[in-house]
């Protein structure tokens, strides 16, 4: 398993809209994103089951970020929209360990390959 490292991180005002993407081979299962302030516990931010295609999301990013996997490219994409300051962090990919079809809950624990992380900042 491989995760290659994150690309489209940036400074964007608040409103504004950014899109994550990272390559991952290898297995790819469960797949996430996740993020994290200095001084912070990691966040799980969004997770696909790339076997049933279930998403599913933290409530403070709920109807804001969208989570989506080509398998053709390999590439995991996060789409930010409507960004707020509180949103700035480091933001990883990363890759779970399913069973019985199922991924884990979305714990930095349960997954064990992760992206170098990509920065995102969101100011006025």
């Known amino acids: 398993t491989q995760v290659q490292s994150e690309s489209g991180g940036g400074s964007v005002e608040p409103g504004g809209s950014l899109r994550l993407a990272c390559i991952v081979s290898?297995?790819?299962?469960?797949l996430g994103w996740f993020r994290h302030c200095t001084g912070e516990a990691y966040q799980g931010v969004a997770g696909?089951?790339?076997?049933?295609?279930?998403?599913y999301y933290s409530d403070c990013v709920k109807g804001r970020f969208t989570i989506t996997r080509d398998d053709a490219k390999n590439t995991l994409y996060l789409q930010l929209n409507s960004l707020t300051t509180e949103d700035t962090a480091m933001y990883y990919c990363?890759?779970?360990?399913?069973?019985?079809?199922?991924?884990?809950?979305?714990?930095?624990?349960?997954?064990?390959?992760w992206g170098q992380g990509t920065q995102v900042t969101v100011s006025s």
């Open positions: 290898g297995y790819t299962h469960c």
């Open positions: 990363a890759t779970g360990t399913g069973v019985g079809g199922r991924c884990p809950p979305l714990e930095p624990a349960e997954f064990g390959y």
């Open positions: 696909i089951n790339t076997r049933t295609w279930t998403t």
